[in-house]
Nanobody, 126 residues
């Protein structure tokens, strides 16, 4: 079973920057992750998509375009979210998601779908 773990959350003042990291681990070898994404969920709100990254493309929610940058490091099985010019309405728990992970468990190659991390809190004060 592949686990995703986020880190890098914290409390910052509006206008500052923060970078979130998410790494995948837990199996003998991860072969490929097709799409990695960041979501966020503010109190009382539905979880919303923030950004996605495949090997060839990146997409962003309108609310974060020009301020957030998603990147991935396939060698480290990691995805990052650099957030700049943070605003109070960016306050949320941020989650990373992997759409499909292919991995080798020592016996066979397998797939794991729709994997989530436990989330990391980002709080932006005005």
């Amino acid at each position: 079973q592949v686990q995703l773990k986020e880190s890098g959350g914290g409390s910052v003042q509006a206008g500052n920057s923060l970078t979130l990291s998410c790494g995948a681990s837990g199996v003998m070898r991860i072969i490929n992750i097709n799409l990695l994404a960041w979501y966020r969920q503010a109190p009382g709100q539905q979880r919303e998509l923030v950004a996605t990254a495949t090997d060839g493309s990146k997409n962003y929610a309108e609310s974060v375009k020009g301020r957030f940058t998603i990147s991935r490091d396939n060698a480290k099985n990691a995805v990052y979210l650099h957030m700049s010019r943070l605003r109070p309405d960016d306050t949320a728990v941020y989650y990373c998601n992997a759409e499909r992970i292919s991995y080798w468990d020592g016996t066979a190659s397998r797939y794991q779908y729709d994997s989530w991390g436990q989330g990391t809190q980002v709080t932006v004060s005005s």
